[in-house]
């Protein structure tokens, strides 16, 4: 077996960054979430439904869209209904099933919360990086997502 | 009330590649850890207290290293604990403290795991990137773990 390639001193300091702000990031935002009573996986479904059409998507989309297995979608969209933020319904002429469905309560706490929650991205993110960084960011991490929904499509 | 400085599409997008990147690394490493029986935190820790005097930690300052509640950490720990990888030493002098400390298993666990988890870092992050956006990578995020980590001492 050849020896490991292991990480260069800058490369290991760009890993651990990486790491490092992402778990930060997620504390801050889900921290500022909190006052809302929503956590940022909570906002990301949100988000989602209120972007598709008629504020629907079918269970499997929707854990396709925000990277998480049906299982722990499905724990989780039951702690949003009961909070009133979404509902269940099952489609019987669709063998295909359940969508999770933004009510009207939903709807008003995303229009609600995004102003502040931009205002987090901006400030604990966006806003510190210049516009070329930002272009570097989207271009690394999409190709870093597009190698890795690749391994996951062919699984 | 001013009107939110919504983000321009690829300011958005940069934000989503960024977040859908993290989530589906955050997976593969966790899948490829697993045949090893471990998690990307629990390879978190073994690193922390590998590369410490002694192999130990204390409890607080492994918290903070690994950016985790005090009560969070605990629980991971009592699993690690059972799985023979780190122990803990109370030390009576120190009121300060609870330690967590590497055993002869974690050790060997940490050396036989790091070269396909190196492997895996390489495989799926740092050699699809050139060296200028490595350093791009270390550049940005470094300022953003700055930036919360000033928020968060200042709590």
């Known amino acids: 077996m050849e020896d490991p390639r292991w990480l260069s001193p800058q490369e290991q300091r760009a890993w651990r960054a990486h790491l490092a702000a992402h778990r930060l990031l997620s504390h801050q935002l889900d921290r500022e979430l909190q006052e809302f009573g929503l956590s940022l996986s909570d906002y990301e479904i949100l988000v989602n439904l209120s972007e598709s059409p008629d504020h629907r998507m079918r269970m499997s989309e929707l854990a396709d869209a925000t990277i998480q297995s049906r299982s722990r979608l499905s724990h989780q969209i039951s702690r949003m209904e009961a909070a009133g933020l979404v509902i269940r319904e099952h489609c019987e002429d669709d063998r295909r ?29 966006i ?10 960011v989207e271009e690394i991490y999409t190709q870093v997502v597009d190698h890795l929904q690749e391994i996951r499509s062919a699984r």
């Not at 806003?127 to 570097?136: S, W």
Request: glycine fraction near 10%.
């Open 127 to 136: 806003d510190l990086l210049t516009p070329a960084q930002v272009a570097t």
């Open 97 to 125: 099933g359940t969508f999770a469905v933004l009510t009207g309560y939903g709807w008003d706490t995303i229009r609600r919360v995004a102003p502040d929650h931009v205002a987090s991205v901006r400030g604990h993110f």
